[in-house]
């Protein structure tokens, strides 16, 4: 892999993990049910940016890290991609421990934290079995994991990526172009007429 693709790798799993955490903070992750004397049936829901708000910051954070391992090299960038492989840790635990709580303290003879659901129960609910969670958590650990895996990369390969405003040899030296009056003169030096030669012509001589 050259060093180019390697750093689009590296950038691409940052990008698509950045994405999957702002999405897993827009699904449901939690449904309750609540039987009501008045409503019935109520399910209420809870997002994963009401539960774990924290996925969003670090899709930020996941964001940041591809700017900074573009302007950065060798321990700068091994240093953004341990904290990206923290990061990635960290939302990785987050998922895999979305909690169950339920406004409880809004339900008689329950008692929970108070966690803000999407629509609260009514005050008059009481809760009918366990919340159901969803399969939204997994896009969180998903997400967390190739975090971790972009960050593997780039401490892996700081050296071997291009870095943004590197300049890179090209093939062959470009040849100076040699002054004009500089090569009459030394015809002259030399003994030699320089309008019988072949230097450049002088614009001002007739054609």
């Given at each position: 892999?050259?060093?180019?693709?390697?750093?689009?790798?590296?950038?691409?799993?940052?990008?698509?993990?950045?994405?999957?955490?702002?999405?897993?903070?827009?699904?449901?992750?939690?449904?309750?049910?609540?039987?009501?004397?008045?409503?019935?049936?109520?399910?209420?829901?809870?997002?994963?940016?009401?539960?774990?708000?924290?996925?969003?910051?670090?899709?930020?954070?996941?964001?940041?890290?591809?700017?900074?391992?573009?302007?950065?090299?060798?321990?700068?960038?091994?240093?953004?991609?341990?904290?990206?492989?923290?990061?990635?840790?960290?939302?990785?635990?987050?998922?895999?421990?979305?909690?169950?709580?339920?406004?409880?303290?809004?339900?008689?003879?329950?008692?929970?934290?108070?966690?803000?659901?999407?629509?609260?129960?009514?005050?008059?609910?009481?809760?009918?079995?366990?919340?159901?969670?969803?399969?939204?958590?997994?896009?969180?650990?998903?997400?967390?994991?190739?975090?971790?895996?972009?960050?593997?990369?780039?401490?892996?390969?700081?050296?071997?990526?291009?870095?943004?405003?590197?300049?890179?040899?090209?093939?062959?030296?470009?040849?100076?172009?040699?002054?004009?009056?500089?090569?009459?003169?030394?015809?002259l030096d030399a003994g030699q007429d320089p309008t019988?030669?072949?230097?450049?012509?002088?614009?001002?001589?007739?054609?």
């Amino acid at each position: 892999m050259t060093p180019a693709r390697r750093l689009s790798a590296a950038l691409l799993a940052l990008g698509v993990a950045a994405f999957a955490l702002w999405l897993a903070t827009r699904l449901v992750w939690l449904r309750a049910a609540y039987q009501s004397p008045l409503r019935g049936s109520v399910t209420v829901q809870a997002t994963g940016a009401q539960l774990r708000p924290e996925l969003a910051a670090i899709a930020l954070v996941a964001v940041a890290a591809a700017a900074a391992i573009v302007a950065t090299s060798g321990w700068a960038r091994r240093l953004v991609g341990v904290l990206v492989a923290a990061a990635g840790g960290w939302a990785v635990w987050l998922s895999l421990a979305p909690g169950d709580a339920v406004p409880g303290d809004a339900v008689p003879g329950r008692a929970g934290s108070g966690t803000a659901l999407e629509s609260g129960p009514p005050a008059d609910a009481v809760a009918v079995g366990l919340p159901a969670h969803t399969a939204a958590p997994l896009l969180g650990i998903g997400a967390g994991l190739l975090l971790v895996a972009a960050a593997v990369g780039v401490v892996c390969w700081a050296n071997a990526m291009p870095r943004l405003g590197a300049r890179y040899a090209a093939p062959g030296t470009a040849r100076r172009v040699p002054d004009r009056d500089t090569q009459w003169w030394d015809a002259l030096d030399a003994g030699q007429d320089p309008t019988l030669k072949s230097p450049p012509a002088d614009p001002g001589a007739s054609r």
